[in-house]
């Protein structure tokens, strides 16, 4: 990829912007494009072009719509491996995962298509005679995005593709730290015939261009995925002008591994929770309770298989496990917390050190033994390589430990027992479980998180019915 200056994409212009920010490669810290620094005054354009746009978009049938999302997702699939490319270099995953996240994307913008015959409203009964009460499901009008940089691509079709099937219209802001697939995408997007004005992407600092998007009256739902702290900060300034949100944030995922469990099953999906996009994925396993009997062998297991993966720099070997870390501060506050929970007394199995490879930003595979519940690393979000495992005597205990957490987004048990596992279901506060299996969420399930993990959800009919209001009608005639 050259070094290329992007532009904001409103009502369907590619428009450039005096004020700049570089992107970087995480991998070896090569600039690889300067995007535009939105200005209030670009950013309000854009939503003023959405909002022109959005009574228009809203009184096509919806199946017409779909055939926009479809024909996005076509064009993504036939881009595939280039997009998978770019993300590799702006965000460090491996190519394979790249390639798994752009496919996965256009998936998506298919399959919510295929709402479009089947939202639906209700008709309820009256107590009056000569009356029929309609409940119609309708846009809430506007949409802003915000999205993060973890999975920047399917990020934006997360919060694009079930507004827009809805009758919205958006304006999405990418991450500062990985804007270029999104503005690729619009490029895409902007080779259709979509109608000027219902998908918009501005970039920006969140402090400028975010929170200018948050505070603004023209927009009905702010749909955001990142941390506890911006979700907190973007709901104070959504507070004056009431505006709806759905947010998706952070995580410290529980895996409870009982002494019945298939053991060679937990130490793989459990190690592919810390390896896969460099353990920076909200729904992962963060945190570990193993039961005392299986212990020393899952430690000694799991120790082996973080040991082996392979890690460096992903756009020159396309053969690994791992890439870098999203940036510096990514780097640091991973090194931090395991420093951190070694001085409280965790022990290092393997790993423990900042990585040689280089400029970029890699942290060695790690596993901590010997963690307890007060310790920093069993609490906060690590986003990075790092295992840190809890001993535990029992069910009972894993639960009280699992579920004494600020996140609520999702944990996972592994054991033999239908009983333990329907206990853990019933017993466990958390969006969603996972049992014998990665964690990874289907886009036809529901998405969201308890407690500071969020408030809404994404993905599936729920997630849908997010992106609009119920407006009833009582109609006597
Ligand atoms: P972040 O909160 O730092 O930034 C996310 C987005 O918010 C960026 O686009 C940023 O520019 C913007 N932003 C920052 N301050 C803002 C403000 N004051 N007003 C408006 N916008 C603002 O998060 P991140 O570091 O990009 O992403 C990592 C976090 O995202 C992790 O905590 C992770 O768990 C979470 N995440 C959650 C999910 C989920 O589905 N629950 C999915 C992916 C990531």
């Given amino acids: 990829m050259s070094e290329i200056t992007y532009q904001n994409y409103i009502d369907n212009t590619f428009v450039g912007s005096d004020s700049l920010i570089e992107v970087y ?19 309000g354009r854009a939503i003023a072009a959405a909002r022109k746009a959005q009574r228009g978009w809203a009184a096509k049938p919806a199946i017409e719509r779909a055939g926009y999302l479809r024909q996005i997702a076509r064009k993504v699939r036939d881009n595939a491996e280039r997009l998978a490319r770019i993300i590799t270099r702006e965000q460090g995953k491996v190519p394979a995962l790249a390639l798994v996240e752009v496919n996965f994307t256009a998936d998506y913008l298919d399959y919510m298509a295929e709402w479009a015959r089947r939202l639906e409203g209700e008709v309820l009964t009256s107590d009056r005679v000569n009356e029929h009460i309609f409940l119609l499901r309708k846009p809430l009008g506007v949409v802003a995005g ?12 997360r919060k694009m593709a079930p507004a827009l099937i809805t009758g919205n219209t958006i304006v999405i802001k990418p991450s500062e730290e990985t804007p ?15 109608p000027p004005g219902v998908f ?34 973007i709901m104070a300034a959504a507070a004056p002008n009431i505006t709806k949100l759905n947010l998706e944030l952070g995580g410290k995922a529980p895996a409870i591994v009982l ?15 810390r390896v896969i996009n460099t353990g920076q994925v909200c729904n992962c396993a963060e945190r570990v309770y193993v039961e005392r009997k299986v212990a020393d062998q899952f430690i000694d297991k799991i120790a082996s298989a973080m040991a082996a993966t392979r890690y460096g720099d992903p756009s020159v070997d396309n053969d690994l496990d791992m890439g870098p870390l999203i940036n ?4 640091d506050k991973v090194a931090q917390m395991v420093k951190t929970a070694i001085g409280h007394g965790a022990q290092v199995i393997t790993g423990g050190s900042v990585a040689d490879k280089g400029k970029g930003f890699h942290y060695q595979p790690t596993v901590l033994a010997g963690c307890s519940a007060d310790m920093e690393i069993m609490r906060k979000e690590i986003f990075g390589p790092v295992l840190p495992i809890q001993i535990v005597e029992d069910l009972d205990e894993a639960i009280a430990l699992a579920n004494d957490s600020d996140y609520g987004l ?24 996972y049992v014998n299996r990665e964690n990874f969420e289907a886009m036809q399930g529901f998405h969201a998180g308890t407690r500071k993990s969020g408030i809404g959800g994404a993905d599936g009919k729920h997630g849908l019915y997010e992106f609009t209001h119920t407006h009833v009608v009582y109609m006597q005639a």
Avoid: M
Wanted: glycine share 10%.
């Fill in 259 to 273: 002494a019945d469990a298939d053991l060679e099953l937990a130490v793989t999906a459990i190690t592919a929770s």
């Fill in 25 to 43: 490669n995480p991998a070896d810290a090569a600039l690889l494009a300067r995007v535009p620094d939105a200005s209030g005054e670009q950013v």
């Fill in 200 to 233: 918009n992407v501005v970039s920006g600092t969140g402090a400028g261009a975010g929170s200018v998007l948050t505070s603004h009256a023209g927009i009905d739902l702010i749909s955001f995925t990142g941390s506890v702290g911006t979700g907190s900060r």
């Fill in 410 to 433: 999702t944990s996972s048990i592994y054991t033999r027992s239908l009983g333990a596992a329907l206990k853990a279901s019933r017993e466990i506060d958390f969006g969603e479980t």
């Fill in 146 to 157: 915000i999205l993060p940089w973890n999975f920047p691509f399917f990020l934006i079709a």
């Fill in 328 to 331: 510096q501060a990514g780097l």
């Fill in 180 to 194: 270029i697939n999104c503005f690729e995408f619009a490029k895409l997007v902007a080779e259709t015939d979509l």
